[in-house]
């Protein structure tokens, strides 16, 4: 950790409270004079930080570019730990994820990036990452679970933990459509792909990794028809002066963790029943090669989706074998 990370680090854990130079040099084990470099370099990258007589540093305002201090403060487990890496482009987040827990099992690492140039959703779709301002990011955990069936759930955890961010950053209204696609305002505003990796002789999991895509501001005016139809972003063409990225992903990871931590208890359901998209009306899903209609009803505790078929019958469906278009879903304001 470089000597402005520390004290940016103490400032964030002041919660508004001014720290003497003399405290922090104490602290951190450093002179007056790298605390103040240190201080200046904060300021040029954006910091507001007041030199108040008699009290000494307080941060008013914090940077708005991605700050790996800012998003892993105070973070519970799995991610109490966590290794923080970003870029500006990337081809994938999943793919270094992937790398990195090889590299370093059982660490958490969080994987952060403007763009992607080959990003991927379910099933090896593409998923599009080229607007002026989305946020591209994949986190991976050892999961408290071993069993490859229990995967799918962690995709619900994370539409949940990432809603609940995003609505708190926007104060936009969100929607889930099973299982892993964003939607506000009638529009895909974002998409999430969990993989996993495991362990060849024990057949077991030995990480889970979750990537996230959302288009936070831009147009699609130049993507393809099939894109333009559905596609938005979370903020229209313009992004928010006062919108910190580094908030929306610290609130997810600590929403995530919780998750997590209770996913025996299965805490994340009621707030992802309350976002499902579509509940009550017709839709139509592709399944082994056939296609069908039926009524979505809800979510099962597994999160498989029930949906009434046109006899009657509740049938459940699971997110590996089902495929829903997200183009009946556009401009649906439910």
């Not at 063409?237 to 919780?258: C, G, R, S, T």
Request: hydrophobic fraction near 35%.
């Amino acid at each position: 950790m470089s000597t402005q990370d520390e004290i940016l680090a103490v400032l964030l854990e002041q919660n508004g409270q001014p720290i003497s130079g003399q405290a922090l040099a104490d602290q951190l084990g450093l002179s007056r004079t790298a605390v103040w470099k240190a201080v200046e370099g904060l300021r040029q990258q954006g910091y507001q930080i007041a030199s108040l007589s008699k009290k000494g540093y307080l941060l008013e305002r914090v940077s708005h570019t991605l700050d790996a201090q800012q998003i892993k403060r105070d973070l519970d487990a799995p991610f109490e730990s966590l290794h923080v890496a970003l870029y500006d482009s990337v081809t994938s987040t999943n793919d270094l994820a992937k790398q990195f827990a090889i590299q370093s099992p059982g660490q958490a690492g969080l994987f952060i990036a403007r763009k992607q140039t080959q990003g991927r959703g379910r099933s090896g779709r593409h998923f599009h990452s080229d607007i002026a301002s989305g946020l591209y990011l994949s986190v991976v955990f050892q999961p408290q679970v071993t069993d490859l069936e229990e995967v799918p759930q962690y995709t619900l955890l994370a539409a949940s933990a990432m809603v609940a961010a995003l609505e708190a950053a926007s104060g936009q209204r969100l929607r889930i459509k099973w299982v892993n696609d964003l939607f506000c305002r009638g529009r895909k505003i974002g998409g999430i792909l969990t993989e996993a990796t495991t362990d060849i002789e024990s057949r077991s999991l030995s990480s889970i990794i979750i990537g996230i895509g959302l288009n936070l501001s831009g147009d699609f005016s130049q993507a393809e028809a099939s894109t333009q139809s559905v596609a938005g972003t979370l903020f229209g063409q313009e992004m928010p002066a006062d919108f910190n990225p580094n908030q929306v992903i610290h609130d997810f990871l600590k929403q995530l963790a919780y998750y997590i931590r209770t996913l025996s208890d299965k805490t994340y359901l009621p707030h992802y029943e309350e976002h499902l998209l579509g509940v009550g009306r017709q839709v139509s899903y592709q399944q082994a090669g056939q296609e069908y209609t039926g009524i979505i009803q809800g979510i099962t505790d597994q999160g498989h989706l029930l949906i009434q078929d046109p006899h009657g019958q509740i049938r459940t469906l699971f997110s590996q074998e089902v495929h829903f278009s997200s183009q009946q879903f556009a401009d649906d304001l439910d």
